[in-house]
């Protein structure tokens, strides 16, 4: 009976690993976010400056995590088999709920996660418990801690209010007094800034990164309630310190704020979550440790051992941190998590990732409502005054090198986050890493007037999006952590092997997911350039563009038919998929033509009317796509009545001529030879006469022997679509055929 609880320690080994490189790749963007989105240094800097704040956050970690070991349940009340299944529990379900949230790119928080699966799990184990003993469920305090679950949820809700509400403050505030050519304010301007930023950082450092460590306690006597003087001090030398850097080694003061506040949360995340991701597994080793030197049966050692405080063992921090940092140099998927608050914290305009709703336009509308009211109050001049602090100039580079936002709101989103996470440290309040810095995130980016009248709906959209997800997180925790634990207390060893197969499954399965949306993602980046300037270089991207979509829309047709001979309904089901990817490239495309105009120069504005036209095209032609996928899919998908012999048949014949028409259009546009236009447009007449024909033979059909309703439907919608299909498509060849014979003649 021994070896299946080693097998589950090695399996819980395994499983810290992944849930390292899980948790890493969500709670990345607190330390991340504010570096990137300011490119106030390279990526490769970045990642160096927060490497080190890991590794060094790791070897001086504040230790074994209590909670993992005492603070949800009584450890005393659970025998070793028990807590072997309470732990195997919490991994399985912290991997899968991290991984999940990672794909979707919403960040949350691992702390939340971790407590919520033991409270979950452990609810589940004495449940089972009480209902064998025969007790009553009303003693179940006996063996839960549920203050603890109510201090989370608090710190949540506190999180959300305060966190956005100072960040919104600080950084309205700050940029009232430093507008946005900050970099032409008076030396002593940035000396200030920089020596209240760094203090904040700095007594940050200590009293969140370090608490725990043999230093921290040695200095703890010298600035334990000195508070105030520490930080008057603190700052007294680092304004001074800030000052020489500035006048003397004419560096910018804000980008090492940014690289120091950088590495102060890096090194906090490692110090203080390490144990989120490694203190099950660890306090799992230490009771199996117990239980064989008691040489007590697994189903009657009593884990009181739990209780008592253990440290972990530096070799093991050591590693952890080092995979930690493997981690942020080679994740993708904390690019996209990070990508979901740049996207709802930049400056500039660009497609929004999450839609409006009922709740968010309601906000708006009061927002705007209320602005129109005290904009009545505030006299005309001191409106005009305070507008004028918060406009900036507008970005002359390429868009794709523009930061999401300056460093005066990196360096706030930076130093806010750290007193506040400083502060609740001090006074014991459960206050989220994660939700701290992505509410300043959103508060100064507010403040900033980052929300204006064109995202604000989908900003405030996807802030409650994020929050919605953290709630979820909890709840999401609970329920599956105790039916997994359900499942090994029934199931024993074919329920652990059978969970173990399914993690691998899923987890694999997700990075398939992941890999196929950013393949997507590079597709559309790849269809989409904006810095083009040249009429020239409208042709060649306009050739691209028409040549892929085209491509992709014959294919797309070609499985149509063959989907509905076959009544294959997976394959039409996938093929709606592929359409709507072709739908969003097609948008995405449409949504960057303002920047497309304003980047071309002087002599090519005349290619932006020809780029609008041939946008307006495409989309005849995926819309086009988009119905006749729809309907067959519809078809199949209700059961109706197989297509005859002779329509499919005969819609075989319209696919073999669209295919080699679409098929010469490819060609002409990835070869660049526009004189082979007048060819396709006469296969056109061919193409359009065939569809005609068949029309008419469906009438003559239905006259005689067609007793079908919606086959009939279905065939005809068909085939008048796909005369509007090759029509689109023939304008779109005569729009480019004319403007290209008009750049020869110019």
Known sequence: ???????????????????????????????????????????????????????????????????????????????????????????????????????????????????????????????????????????????????????????????????????????????????????????????????????????????????????????????????????LVSAAFWTLFSFVIIQGFKKNIYKLVIIVGTFALALAFAGNDLVNFIGVPIAAWQSYGAWVDSGAPATGFAMSVLAEKVATPTLLLMIAGGIMVITLWISKKSMNVLETEQ???????????????????????????????????????????????????????????????????????????????SIATSMKLPLSTTYVTFMVAMGTSFA?????????????????????????????????????????????????????ILVAVLFYRSNQVHKAKMTEKEEIKKLNKEDIVSIHEVINESSDQISKIVSKTNKIYSAIVAGLSLQDLPSLKENKKSVKKLEKQVDELKNNVYYFIKNLDETSVEASKFYVLTLGHLQDIVQSISYISQSSHSHINNNHKQLKFNQIRDLKTVELEILELFKDIEDIFNSKNFSSIDRALTERKKVLETISDLIQKQITRIRTIENSPKNSKLYFGLLLETNDLVKATMNLLELFKEFNEYVEKK
């Open 343 to 421: 996207n709802l914290s930049r400056q500039g305009e660009g497609s929004e990732k999450y839609s409006s709703n009922i709740i968010s336009r309601g906000i708006v509308r009061g927002a705007v409502i209320l602005s129109n009211g005290i904009s009545f109050l505030i006299p005309k001049s001191v409106q005009a005054t305070i507008d004028g602090r918060f406009l900036a100039a507008e970005y002359k580079g390429k868009r794709s090198e523009q930061p999401m936002f300056d460093m005066v709101r990196a360096s706030i989103n930076l130093v806010v986050a750290a007193v506040l996470i």
């Open 448 to 500: 900033d007037r980052a929300w204006d009248r064109e995202s604000a709906v989908y900003r405030i959209a996807g802030v409650l999006n994020v929050i919605g997800g953290w709630f979820f997180t909890a709840f999401a925790a609970f329920i599956s952590a105790g039916i997994v634990a359900y499942l090994l207390y029934v199931g024993e060893i074919y329920a652990f092997f059978g969970l173990m």
């Open 1 to 231: 009976m021994e070896q299946i609880y080693v097998i589950m320690l090695v399996a819980l080994g395994i499983l810290a690993i992944i849930d390292l490189a899980v948790g890493v790749s969500n709670d990345a963007v607190n330390f991340l976010n504010s570096a990137i989105g300011s490119k106030a240094v390279s990526l490769r800097t970045i990642l160096i400056v927060a490497s080190i704040g890991i590794a060094v956050g790791a070897v001086f970690s504040s230790g074994m995590m209590e909670v993992a070991r005492k603070g949800i349940f009584m450890p005393s009340e659970f025998y070793f088999n028990e807590i072997m299944i309470i732990f195997m529990a919490v991994m399985i379900t912290d991997i899968l709920l991290l991984d999940f949230f990672n794909t979707l790119g919403m960040p949350t928080s691992t702390t939340v996660s971790v407590v919520f699966e033991l409270l979950g799990s452990a609810v589940v184990i004495s449940v089972i418990k009480i209902l064998n003993n025969g007790d009553s469920l009303g003693i179940i305090g006996k063996y839960i801690n549920t203050e603890k679950a109510t201090e989370i949820i608090i710190g949540i809700l506190l999180s959300v209010v305060i966190s956005f509400s100072i960040g919104a403050i600080v950084q309205y505030i700050s940029r009232l007094l430093l507008t946005f050519n900050y970099e032409k304010k008076a030396k002593w301007v940035g000396a200030i800034f920089g020596g209240i930023a760094l203090a904040a950082i700095s007594y940050f450092i200590i009293i969140k990164g370090l608490k725990g460590t043999e230093f921290y306690e040695k200095i703890k006597p010298i600035i334990k309630d000195k508070t105030f003087l520490v930080l």
